[in-house]
């Protein structure tokens, strides 16, 4: 799920909540597929940064956002 704001001009940033693939799906490359487009209608909206959150335990979607240089910027309190 992708929130935006109203007047994308005067946002500099995307949060993005969820991005989910159905099991039966998983391993299509459905994932990078999505992510590429949040980065590239961030670079094409001149976006300047990408949020992510996803469950800490969710290591494979953790790897695939490392794979597109996402870093790590924190917990919430309740994945610590």
């Known amino acids: 799920r992708l ?3 109203n007047d994308l001009s005067k946002m ?3 949060l ?3 991005l989910l693939v ?3 799906h998983i391993g299509r490359g459905l994932g990078s597929y ?3 487009e ?3 209608f961030a670079k094409n909206e001149s976006k300047r940064n990408i949020f992510l959150e996803v469950l800490a335990t ?3 979607a953790i790897e695939l956002y490392l ?3 996402f870093e790590e910027g924190g917990y919430h309190a309740q994945d610590s």
């Open 3 to 5: 929130h935006l704001w």
């Open 12 to 14: 500099h940033n995307i």
């Open 16 to 18: 993005v909540t969820h």
């Open 22 to 24: 159905a099991k039966e």
């Open 34 to 36: 999505m992510i590429s």
């Open 38 to 40: 949040v980065i590239n």
């Open 58 to 60: 969710n290591k494979s």
């Open 67 to 69: 794979k597109f240089g």
